[in-house]
């Protein structure tokens, strides 16, 4: 008897933890939680999560809004949101959620993440292979921050501005 309820104090000490270093999903804490107790201590372990949700000390609404809120600052789009979503265990909803309630404009935050990124506009002296070129590279860097295409083309046509 008293080797489950010291399980299960260490359950809630490991998962509270890794709660005052950051905000965690309830998939990340349970992943890390039995990767270092074992699984012996899963039950437990779920129980502390269930504990922990009910205190408002873990929620998952909380973690990916920071999550969203810290990948937009740094200037990636809602494809790697989604992913990032996917791996630490968020729903769709729960992203829709957040991303309802952050409301980013995608071509704003594409545009800063591009000007940022090539702070010179594209150089007029150049051929049109040239800047072809220089259009595809700066759609390549948009589309690895996973900025969906009509954003991409957007942002790109605008910052562009030749006039054939």
């Not at 965690?24 to 269930?50: P, W």
Request: proline share 2%.
């Amino acid at each position: 008897m008293q080797e489950g309820s010291t399980t299960k104090l260490s359950a809630r000490a490991v998962l509270m933890d890794y709660l005052a270093r950051r905000e965690h999903s309830q998939h990340e804490l349970r992943t890390k939680a039995l990767r270092r107790l074992g699984a012996q201590a899963e039950v437990d372990i779920e129980e502390a999560l269930v504990a922990l949700a009910d205190e408002g000390l873990q929620s998952d609404e909380r973690f990916i809004e920071g999550l969203c809120r810290h990948r937009i600052n740094k200037g990636y789009g809602p494809n790697t949101l989604q992913q990032l979503a996917r791996e630490k265990g968020i729903t769709k909803e729960g992203l829709s959620d957040a991303l309802e309630a952050l409301a980013p404009d995608w071509f704003d935050c594409a545009q800063e993440t591009l000007n940022k990124k090539f702070a010179k506009p594209i150089d007029a002296s150049l051929d049109y292979a040239g800047r072809r070129k220089e259009l595809q590279k700066r759609m390549r860097f948009l589309s690895y921050r996973g900025y969906p295409t009509s954003v991409i083309s957007a942002v790109v046509a605008a910052d562009d501005g030749y006039d054939d």
